[in-house]
């Protein structure tokens, strides 16, 4: 969206079904072209929208606390099933969750984040568990083994 026109830029970021359909086709950029500043890419038709960010390009954000999902990219449609055990916090204090294709991780947004950070209870300075629900539980730390698989965790780099 680097070239895009303000008017352009400002409204198809309110468009749901654009939303939809941009997020719903971001993958990793493997096209040989602009892979160092735009490391995903979304496809529309032949042409491709190049994809920069300071973390991930998937971003949850919000808890649909009625039905256990997150949200993400503000799209009411874009859902998946919340899986507490599974969210991780690192070290700088970004909350991650799972996410069912690549890049197989995604960023709690800030917001979000605040709202449930007092959920995590801390062993060694780490988060160990996250209660949800009235339930405890055991964090997998399943996302840091993926950022770290898939080189995800190079926040700020760009």
């Known amino acids: 969206m680097d070239d895009a026109r303000i008017k352009n830029f400002t409204s198809c970021f309110k468009d749901q079904k654009f939303l939809h359909f941009f997020f719903t086709r971001v993958k990793q950029n493997e096209s040989g072209h602009y892979t160092d500043e735009f490391p995903y890419v979304s496809p529309c038709g032949r042409e491709l929208n190049y994809i920069r960010c300071d973390d991930l390009p998937i971003v949850f954000t919000k808890i649909n606390n009625s039905t256990n999902e997150l949200i993400w990219a503000h799209v009411d449609k874009l859902r998946i099933p919340f899986e507490p055990a599974k969210i991780y916090m690192s070290t700088e204090g970004r909350i991650y969750h799972p996410y069912p294709i690549y890049p ?3 960023l709690i ?4 984040g ?3 950070s007092n959920n995590f209870t801390f062993r060694d300075n780490k988060p160990a568990m996250f209660a949800w629900e009235g339930i405890e539980h055991k964090l997998t730390n399943e996302c840091e083994e993926l950022l770290t698989k898939y080189n995800l965790n ?4 760009h």
Request: aromatic letters at 8%.
């Open 109 to 112: 947004a800030s917001k979000v």
């Open 154 to 157: 190079k926040v700020n780099e």
């Open 114 to 116: 605040i709202q449930i």
């Open 104 to 106: 197989f991780v995604g």
